[in-house]
């Protein structure tokens, strides 16, 4: 069944990002995809996201059509113009990808070649009409397209430390979700308790609602989120039992996966993100049971 079709149907979803390569040897990803083939329901497939040059997300998305799994690639406003964007949202649809997410990306500041120049020609918002505008036949220019294409897309709740600031990125996600956002994709979760009821909010926006699992994978990457990222609300309880468990890197995944199983009773859909341990994924999806 497609990402689509389990959507529409209010049935659960688990999806796992993969990063394309900073070169051209695709076998890492190619390998880490076929590992979870049958056991996701599709890949996402960032842009350069952490500021990092990489191999477009465009080929990433084609490269697991190719091992016959369904993915989703980001797009950006960063990097492109909106003729750029249109034109690798047209040939997303012709190469088999089905599926986009409207991201806000980092600042050049925080990039591997700083030196590079920000386009953002458009917004997140403008982005999404732009969208729709190709699926309902024109561009941006208003000059009708030969042939349309078709996309389930979604768009990010961006991240927030309390109800006040919910509450803001709320209100920029229902501008995003009348702009043509299908689904709703929102920060990591760590403190399930209060996510339990932000997920109330979330929800209440009528789309799905596809909640972020992010791997900690030490002590000292908790420490520094729980200082730098409040936002997170890592907590101690959660790094002391990390340091206090006699095999760490499992502990990691362990949580990892409990938080996707706990997430199931509060959205429609998780997104598994490993950064760099991909080839890590089918074991948090046996902690998981999914």
Not at 65 to 82: K, L, P, W
Not at 122 to 137: C, F, S, T
Not at 180 to 203: H, M, Q, T, W
Request: charged fraction near 25%; include cysteine; charge should be negative.
């Amino acid at each position: 069944m497609s990402l689509k079709k389990r959507l529409s149907s209010k049935e659960f979803v688990v999806l796992a990002e993969m990063h394309t390569p900073k070169g051209v040897d695709i076998s890492e990803l190619v390998n880490n995809g076929r590992r979870i083939k049958g056991r996701v329901d599709a890949v996402v497939i960032p842009d350069m996201d952490n500021g990092v040059m990489r191999m477009s997300a465009l080929a990433g998305g084609v490269l697991m059509h190719q091992q016959g799994i369904e993915s989703i690639i980001n797009i950006y406003t960063r990097d492109r113009n909106r003729m750029a964007l249109q034109g690798d949202v047209l040939a997303a649809h012709v190469l088999g990808i089905q599926n986009l997410i409207a991201v806000k990306s980092e600042t050049m500041s925080n990039c591997d070649h700083r030196d590079a120049k920000e386009v953002n020609d458009l917004d997140e918002i403008e982005l999404l009409k732009a969208v729709r505008m190709l699926e309902e036949g024109t561009d941006m220019a208003g000059f009708d397209l030969s042939g349309v294409p078709s996309f389930t897309t979604g768009c990010t709740l961006g991240s927030f430390k309390d109800d006040a600031q919910l509450d803001q990125e709320l209100a920029k996600a229902k501008e995003m979700v009348v702009a043509g956002a299908e689904f709703i994709v929102v920060p990591p979760v760590f403190d399930l308790e209060y996510f339990a009821s932000a997920a109330e909010k979330i929800n209440a926006l009528g789309v799905p609602v596809i909640a972020t699992v992010f791997l900690i994978k030490s002590v000292g990457i908790a420490r520094y989120m729980s200082v730098t990222e409040p936002s997170t609300r890592v907590s101690e309880d959660l790094i002391k039992r990390i340091r206090k468990s006699p095999d760490r890197e499992a502990e990691c995944l362990k949580i990892a996966g409990e938080t996707a199983a706990a997430l199931k009773k509060m959205v429609q859909g998780v997104m598994i993100v490993t950064l760099g341990w991909e080839h890590r994924l089918p074991t948090i999806l046996d902690f998981a049971q999914l």
